[in-house]
């Protein structure tokens, strides 16, 4: 049994300042997720333009169209593993590992059309169509062997123990290809010993043409167009390698920076391969026919790439790229789908500076990457997008410079955030790719004030608040916001508009209760927003009534009322009402020429506003108070206006 030893995984962060990069497509041109745990095989269907994949963990194979979207999902089938298509794609065949069978379906209906046992505890693992013959391989470890069912039979009949004499450490590995007819591969990818083998089944019965030990523990493999060839990803090692399948010696590598998983051949011959990427620098490679140029490398995924099972193929025209990598949850995986496949993904870079002065140049720099490096000269389009641009403004053609990088200068007529978008369109192996940065252009700050801040107004006075804005480039649009105090009232525009030839906007306020008021202006392309405020106060509406006196009349100066000593005086305060408000009233007592404190008390207002007060009555003659009822901010249950006094009422008492 083979142990996986895995270096940990490097995270690297880089800091590009300020800048932003685009490499497009810097990961698959489309992505859907999809209902699979694991990818143990992937089939293409080109014919009804339609994936397979077998889903061991859930018992399931997965039916979808080229774009992922699933189409319907084949279950009862536990353990299933490999999947095999007939020539003619009007059959998948499904080696279901755990019920000892292989199964088969109608590609057109997909309904199961038959089922072929392949003998107690076989547990069938691998298949291979190949001379009339589904090929397969079954066991676990040293107790595995190659069988057949033949189709052509007019009941097919299924035979063990073909592998000719060798002794296989795992189920075998098949490949075939009907340009090859009489060819069956083999890889004895179980052990580090276990040899690649070539068999003759012209006959029906096969035979080992060649065999050579390239390393074990192989992971995937795919034949070339013509059958003649077969490119091999693993054992362990950091390269592909092409083998001939009439002696196996070896014909080209296919270098990669990890451990290769998985393999796949385009119809043209294009090489694709992903590798395990425990490092994040690109998990999925094509390589081109010309051993000269490097491969083109995507990264897919952030996480590390499945590494058992087959799940990256071309479609069946060679046109795109379908591969499968880690999902967001443990019973998902993401269906990746590359469109331009065998174009190198360009990596683009923006850097402008973080700060810089209007009206005075600045310098953008950068630089254009590949793994197929482009050219000095290479054409970049650059626009400039800012207030007075707000839907760019072209800046022309700029040229990629020695080394891949470039730089120009521009000297931005508008303040405020600049932003520079510089674009690549890409060639006939080149994808495009777009950058941008933007830069914190200065502005001039206006002069912008707000008059009656900190100004106390009786209850609903009318009150002009005036804005007054300095000099400004284009905008002389000013807003006024009022927010009352208390949370019933919110934050409300009054008035926005163009200020006057003076500079001026005015609004005018019914001051009921204490309120901030600010000015906005938002700005413009040369002068900075800026916002003042302004905290006017509003006193309360109070007064205070006394009612059952018998006459009133002046001692000294002061006007008093008159009751009975007998008689209880009754005070009634008015007062602008707001929830939950409650009145303070102070009594009095006058004695030996003095005022003296009679009592302090909070009374709650009635919703009309109003409070009566039941003061009571002295019981002899003489006897002369005041009282008054006042508003006090914070104790008078609220805060929403200034602290109000109300004014004293004198009353004496007689016979």
């Not at 998983?261 to 094509?286: K, N």
């Not at 087959?310 to 795109?320: L, T, V």
């Not at 590359?338 to 870079?349: A, G, H, N, Q």
């Amino acid at each position: 049994m083979r142990m996986r030893i895995l270096p940990a995984a490097t995270v690297l962060a880089v800091l590009f300042s300020s800048a932003v990069l685009t490499a497009a497509p810097a990961s698959a041109d489309t992505t859907r997720t999809i209902p699979v745990t694991s990818a143990d095989d992937t089939v293409v269907d080109g014919i009804h333009q339609r994936l397979y994949f077998s889903d061991r963990s859930q018992n399931k194979i997965v039916v979808t169209d080229y774009t992922g979207k699933a189409v319907t999902t084949l279950t009862g089938l536990p353990q299933v593993r490999d999947l095999e298509l007939s020539p003619d794609s009007s059959t998948l065949y499904a080696a279901v590992y755990g019920a000892d069978k292989i199964v088969a379906f109608d590609t057109a209906t997909l309904t199961q059309t038959a089922e072929y046992p392949t003998g107690d505890k076989t547990i069938p693992s691998r298949l291979s169509y190949a001379d009339g013959k589904l090929w397969f391989g079954y066991g676990d470890q040293w107790d595995s062997g190659l069988g057949s069912v033949d189709l052509t039979a007019e009941t097919p009949t299924v035979t063990l123990d073909l592998a000719a004499g060798h002794d296989f450490a795992s189920p075998p590995r098949l490949y075939a290809d009907p340009d090859n007819p009489g060819t069956l591969l083999a890889l004895d990818a179980g052990i580090s010993s276990g040899p690649i083998l070539v068999y003759d089944i012209s006959s029906g019965t096969p035979v080992i043409r060649v065999s050579a030990n390239k390393g074990g523990f192989y992971n995937d493999a795919a034949l070339t167009p013509d059958g003649q060839n077969v490119v091999v990803a693993g054992p362990g090692n950091r390269a592909l390698t092409e083998y001939r399948l009439s002696d196996l010696e070896q014909v080209r590598t296919f270098p990669v920076a990890s451990e290769p998983e998985t393999v796949s051949i385009a119809p043209d011959g294009t090489v694709a391969a992903t590798v395990l990427d425990t490092d994040d620098l690109g998990d999925t490679y094509v390589f081109s026919s010309d051993p000269g140029r490097p491969a083109s490398v995507r990264n897919l995924s952030h996480s590390w790439m499945p590494w058992f099972g087959h799940s990256m193929n071309w479609s069946a025209d060679g046109g795109k790229l379908f591969v499968v990598s880690e999902g967001g949850d443990n019973d998902s995986s993401t269906f990746n789908i590359v469109d331009e496949p065998r174009k190198y993904v360009v990596t683009l870079k923006a850097d402008a500076p973080a700060t810089a002065t209007r009206g005075k140049s600045l310098t953008v720099k950068g630089s254009l990457t590949s793994g197929l490096v482009l050219p000095a000269g290479t054409p970049l389009a650059v626009t400039r997008t800012d207030m007075e641009s707000p839907n760019g403004k072209s800046l022309g053609t700029k040229y990629l410079g020695a080394g891949g990088t470039f730089s120009f200068t521009d000297t931005p007529p508008a303040g405020a955030k600049v932003t520079y978008k510089v674009t690549y369109a890409g060639d006939a192996t080149h994808t495009p790719a777009t950058a941008s940065d933007t830069v914190d252009v200065s502005r001039a700050t206006p002069t912008l004030t707000l008059n009656n801040n900190g100004k106390l107004y009786d209850y609903g006075k009318d009150v002009a608040f005036t804005a007054h804005l300095g000099a400004t480039y284009k905008n002389r649009t000013v807003e006024i916001w009022a927010d009352p105090f208390g949370t019933d009232k919110p934050k409300k525009l009054v008035k926005t508009g163009t200020v006057n030839s003076s500079g001026n906007l005015s609004v005018t306020l019914d001051m009921t209760r204490d309120a901030t008021v600010t000015a906005v202006f938002k700005g413009d392309a040369r002068y900075a927003p800026k916002s003042v405020k302004s905290t006017a106060y509003a006193r309360v509406k109070v007064s205070t009534a006394l009612s059952k006196y018998y006459r009133t009349g002046k001692i000294g100066s002061t006007t008093y009322y008159y009751f009975h000593k007998n008689t209880d005086v009754i005070s009634t305060t008015t007062m602008s009402y707001y929830k939950g408000r409650k009145q303070r009233l102070e009594l009095e007592v006058y004695y030996q020429g003095k005022w003296y404190d009679g009592a302090t008390e909070y009374f709650k207002l009635g919703t009309n506003g109003k409070s009566v007060v039941n003061l009571g009555h002295s019981g002899k003659s003489g006897v002369r108070a005041r009282v008054r009822s006042s508003y006090i901010n914070g104790t008078s249950g609220d805060s929403v206006n200034s602290t109000m006094y109300g004014a004293w009422k004198y009353f004496v008492f007689t016979s």
